[in-house]
C-alpha cells in the first residue's frame, strides 16, 4: 500500500516512510491510496476466525511487503494480547470495552501496534528516532507505555498542565529512562500546535522526529481491530448498526468509518463529543470554526481543532450528502454526563467513566428519532483513571487495579516549559 498527503497527491510514501515521519513535509496527513475491500466469505466466516487472524487480514494489505508475514503476525498477536468484552447495558445497547490493556485506555492497541512497528523499523538503525507526542491525557501513557526502554527510541511527551487526571500523570511521568515528560503552560491544542511545528522546523531535522498521535497511520489504522472483534460477537442479532464513538482527535471513529468503507456492516456512526463542538456545530452550520478548547471532565476530549477530521471528508469524497447519512455529531456537557453515571450505576451498578457516558449519551440521542437498531458505544477509558469526579459523585471509592499500584507510588519527574522555544532547546539538548 501506497499513501499520499492529504496535501499533496503527488506525495507518496511507503507504509514504512509514513509510519517514521508521522506527517508529511507539507503538514498533510497521510492516507492510503486506495481501501482494500474485504471479501464477503471473510464476513460470512468471522466467527471462526480468531482476534489475531481478524486483526492481520484487515491490516496486511495496509501494511504490504514492509514488514514480513511472520513478524506482522506477530506484532498483531502482542498488540491484542488482552480482552475486548462487549457487554449488554441496556436492550439493544452494549458498550465495547477497550480498557483492558497495559495502561487501561483504547489507545493501548494503537500505541502497541505503532511502537511495535517502528522497534521492527528502527532495529540495527545508528540514528535514533525520537517520538514526539502531545496528549489529553491517555496518549501519552499508553505511548510511553509501549517505547519504555526501546533501543533506539526516544519518547517526549508534551501534556497540558494541571489538566490530565493524577493516574494519567503517574502514567506519563514516573518511567524515567527513555520517556520524557513535558508540562506546558496550555491546553491540549497548545501542545498540538507546538508538536506540529517541532516536525516542519528544520533547525530540528537531525533529530528525526515523528509523532505517534493518531495522524501517524501506524497508530490510526490498528484501531480498525476491535470494529471488526465488535462486529463478530453481535453479528448474530441481525439488525442494524449504530456505533457511538466517544471524540477528541476523531482518530478512532475516523478508523471505524475506513473499517466501514472496506466492507464491516456498520450502519451509522454517532460522534459523540464534550462541550467541545466543532464537529456538531460543522454538521448544523456547514463552517469550520474551532473555538478555545474548553475543559470538561471527559479530558481526553478536549479537543477544539480535531487533526482526523479532514480524513473522515477524504473517507467521503468531500461529498457532505454521503457523509451526512453515515455520520451525526452531538455535543453533551458535563451536568448530562455525570446524571448519566449515576442513573446507569444506581440502575444496574455498572460504571461509566466520563467519556463513556458521553458515548452512551450518543446512542440515547439517537435514538430518539430512530428505532430498531443495535446501539453500540465504545468505552475508551478504565473509570479508575477519573476517580476525582466519580467517586464524589458516588460516594464510592473505585478499586485500583493492581497493574496501577506500583504505578501510583513512583516518584513524578516532568520539565515545565511555556513556549516553543523551550521544547526546541530540550529537544536540541
Ligand atoms: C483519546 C481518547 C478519546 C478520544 O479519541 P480520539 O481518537 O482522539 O477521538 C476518548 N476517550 C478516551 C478515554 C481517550 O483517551
Redesign the pocket.
Known amino acids: 500500500m501506497k499513501y499520499y498527503s492529504l496535501n499533496n497527491p503527488q506525495r507518496i510514501a511507503s507504509f514504512k516512510e509514513a509510519a517514521i515521519q508521522g506527517i508529511a513535509e507539507d503538514k498533510g496527513l497521510f492516507f492510503p491510496i486506495e481501501i482494500p475491500k474485504l471479501e464477503k466469505a471473510f464476513f460470512d466466516n468471522i466467527q471462526h476466525l480468531s482476534k489475531e487472524e481478524i486483526a492481520y487480514q484487515v491490516i496486511s494489505p495496509f501494511v504490504g511487503n514492509d514488514i514480513e508475514e511472520q513478524e506482522l503476525r506477530q506484532i498483531v498477536r502482542e498488540t491484542l494480547a488482552f480482552e475486548f468484552p462487549v457487554v449488554p447495558i441496556d436492550k439493544d445497547v452494549y458498550t465495547l470495552e477497550l480498557f483492558h490493556g497495559p495502561t487501561l485506555?483504547?489507545?493501548d492497541v494503537g500505541a502497541g501496534f505503532m511502537s511495535r512497528c517502528l522497534r521492527s523499523f528502527v532495529k540495527g538503525k545508528k540514528d535514533k528516532v525520537t517520538i514526539l507526542v502531545a496528549t489529553?491525557?491517555?496518549?501519552g501513557g499508553a505511548v510511553a507505555h509501549g517505547f519504555y526502554d526501546v533501543e533506539g527510541i526516544e519518547v517526549v511527551v508534551l501534556y497540558p498542565k494541571g489538566k490530565v487526571s493524577s493516574i494519567q500523570e503517574k502514567q506519563l511521568t514516573t518511567l524515567g529512562k527513555n520517556i520524557k515528560a513535558i508540562e506546558v503552560e496550555g491546553s491540549f491544542d497548545d501542545c498540538q500546535a507546538m508538536v506540529k511545528k517541532a516536525f516542519l522546523d528544520e533547525g530540528l531535522k537531525d533529530c528525526h522526529l515523528t509523532s505517534a498521535n493518531?495522524i501517524n497511520i501506524a497508530r490510526w489504522l490498528p484501531?480498525m481491530f476491535y470494529y471488526f472483534l465488535m462486529y463478530r460477537e453481535l453479528q448474530h442479532l441481525n439488525k442494524p448498526l449504530v456505533v457511538s464513538?466517544?471524540?477528541?482527535?476523531?482518530?478512532?471513529?475516523c478508523a471505524g468509518m475506513l473499517a466501514q468503507k472496506m466492507g464491516l456492516p456498520i450502519n451509522h456512526f454517532i460522534a459523540a463529543t464534550n462541550a467541545n463542538d466543532t464537529i456538531p456545530r460543522f454538521f448544523s452550520s456547514k463552517a469550520y470554526t474551532p473555538k478555545q478548547t474548553i475543559e470538561t471532565i471527559?479530558n481526553?476530549?478536549d479537543?477544539s481543532d480535531?487533526s482526523?477530521f479532514v480524513r473522515i471528508l477524504e473517507l467521503f469524497a468531500k461529498n457532505a450528502k454521503e457523509l451526512s447519512n453515515n455520520l451525526s455529531a452531538y455535543s453533551f456537557t458535563d451536568k448530562a454526563t455525570l446524571e448519566l453515571i449515576e442513573e446507569q450505576y444506581e440502575k444496574s451498578g455498572y460504571l461509566l467513566?466520563p467519556?463513556a457516558s458521553v458515548g452512551y449519551l450518543g446512542i440515547k440521542e439517537y435514538a430518539k428519532e430512530h428505532k430498531d437498531f443495535t446501539g453500540v458505544f465504545l468505552g475508551?477509558?478504565h473509570p479508575v483513571?477519573f476517580p476525582e469526579c466519580i467517586e464524589e459523585l458516588l460516594d464510592i471509592e473505585i478499586p485500583v487495579p493492581d497493574r496501577l499500584k506500583d504505578i501510583m507510588k513512583g516518584e513524578k519527574k516532568s520539565t515545565i516549559i511555556q513556549n516553543y522555544e523551550e521544547l526546541k532547546g530540550i529537544l536540541l539538548k
Open positions: 485506555a483504547f489507545k489529553s491525557g491517555d496518549t493518531s484501531q464513538v466517544p471524540s477528541g482527535n476523531f482518530g478512532n471513529i471527559s481526553a476530549m479537543v480535531p482526523n467513566d467519556h475508551t477509558a483513571k
